[in-house]
């Protein structure tokens, strides 16, 4: 299922043995597009303390109940070392979670014994020796949040504003930009297209650059947040972009709708 970044903060998070906190937003990987990191506003039990949990972690995303299930305890979370989520987080503060938690540090090789789903898009970079990295290594995360509002400049001018990502909720990997192109176009509406066609970010101008054109991206299929985001969107959308879905790269089968039974 592809569910909006923005629809997921405020999800509260439960733990094995009661309830954490509340989502706060999500570090991305910009070179790989896939989240690595929800950041959690935690509850009193830890004082309101910002943490960070890998969604490897999560069990089960409930959409009715606004929910992510973990298989966490709160004392594990409670004991987890200190991140400051409003700084760039270093690889040795990664290294200390992974090592705290028992998760696989993503950059390593994927091993059997990990869901497939939550594999990245594309190929990892290679670790260095010992699968350690060095802490000076960019490892290039984002915050969606940060992101958010950024202005989208097509090949040919400004046409929008980034209002979020649809991620697909068992691999964590971020599909496509909704783009509101609302205070920039006559009859503007909200858009979505693939995320491959992101060329990069100017942090300093707070845009986001892209080689399609703007009657290309204002003629794409209209993001409907009241709608659910299935497969069917998804093959519409590669359709008219003319760009191979991600299951056509991965050499699997095409997505499913909801309740189709696929």
């Not at 997921?8 to 790989?32: M, P, Q, T």
């Not at 929910?67 to 989520?85: F, G, N």
């Not at 409003?86 to 200390?96: A, D, F, G, I, N």
């Not at 990295?133 to 090949?155: F, H, I």
Request: aromatic share 10%; net charge negative; glycine share 12%.
């Amino acid at each position: 299922m592809l569910v909006s970044t923005q629809d997921l903060r405020g999800f509260h998070l439960k733990a094995d043995d009661g309830e954490i906190g509340k989502v706060l937003s999500f570090f991305f990987d910009d070179a790989l597009w896939t989240v690595r990191y929800i950041v959690v506003r935690t509850g009193k039990f830890m004082l309101g303390r910002e943490v960070l949990i890998a969604p490897e972690s999560v069990r089960k995303v409930s959409l009715e109940e606004e929910l992510l299930h973990v298989s966490l305890t709160k004392e594990k979370i409670k004991d987890s070392p200190d991140v400051d989520t409003r700084r760039p987080v270093s690889r040795q503060r990664e290294l200390e979670l992974f090592r705290h938690y028992g998760w696989v540090p993503y950059w390593h090789p994927p091993l059997t014994s990990l869901d497939p789903g939550f594999a990245p898009m594309r190929p990892i970079p290679p670790a260095g020796e010992n699968g350690d990295v060095s802490g000076d290594q960019d490892p290039n995360l984002r915050d969606v949040e940060e992101v958010t509002g950024y202005r989208v400049g097509a090949a040919d001018g400004q046409i929008g504003h980034v209002e979020g990502f649809l991620l697909d909720d068992r691999s964590w990997a971020l599909r496509f930009v909704i783009t509101d192109t609302r205070n920039w176009l006559p009859g503007g509406r909200k858009v979505i297209f693939p995320v491959e066609f992101l060329t990069g970010f100017s942090w300093e101008e707070r845009t986001a650059a892209t080689g399609l054109t703007i009657r290309q991206i204002q003629g794409g299929p209209e993001y409907d947040p009241s709608k659910a985001a299935g497969g069917e969107l998804e093959e519409t959308l590669h359709g008219y972009y003319g760009y191979p879905g991600h299951w056509l790269q991965d050499g699997g089968d095409a997505p499913s709708d909801p309740g189709s039974g696929g």
